[in-house]
């Protein structure tokens, strides 16, 4: 009896709070935010590919803009899936270029990303 009590007004705490809510609605904002950033990504990509097309050269604005757009949707990426606190633009700055390499993405043991590296090839002779 005591345990459901509990139980019961430990739900109630729960489904009451307030920064739950308030998170949820910044979710939808996100979202929503999130899919005119996708409509752009894929103007900026069907545009570098037409660059590419006509001019064989690969514009250096949009490479730089589709990285910073990209940081910026793995950005709401992780606040959609409660991995970051940290509200996106326009709640914080834009992702510049230079920031724009993932740096993020951490592995358990040294805190920094590493590159994966390539598979051995199976058919060189071993020594």
């Given at each position: 009896m005591f345990m459901e009590e509990y139980m019961s007004s430990e739900l109630k705490e729960n489904v009451s709070n307030?920064?739950?809510?308030?998170?949820?609605l910044f979710?939808?904002?996100?979202?929503?935010?999130?899919?005119?950033?996708?409509?752009?990504?894929?103007?900026?990509?069907?545009?570098?590919?037409?660059f590419v097309l006509f001019t064989s050269e690969k514009n250096a604005r949009l490479l730089g803009f589709g990285k910073e757009l990209s940081t910026f949707?793995?950005?709401?990426?992780?606040?959609?899936?409660?991995?970051?606190?940290?509200?996106?633009?326009?709640?914080?700055?834009?992702?510049?270029?230079?920031?724009?390499?993932?740096?993020a993405i951490e592995t358990s043991t040294s805190g920094k990303s590493e590159p994966p590296k390539p598979p051995e090839d199976a058919s060189k002779p071993s020594d």
């Open positions: 307030t920064n739950t809510w308030g998170r949820a979710m939808i904002l996100f979202g929503i935010i999130y899919s005119v950033a996708e409509v752009v990504l894929v103007a900026v990509v069907v545009i570098q590919f037409l949707i793995y950005q709401v990426f992780l606040y959609q899936t409660f991995n970051t606190e940290e509200k996106p633009f326009p709640f914080a700055d834009w992702p510049k270029e230079a920031d724009a390499e993932f740096e």
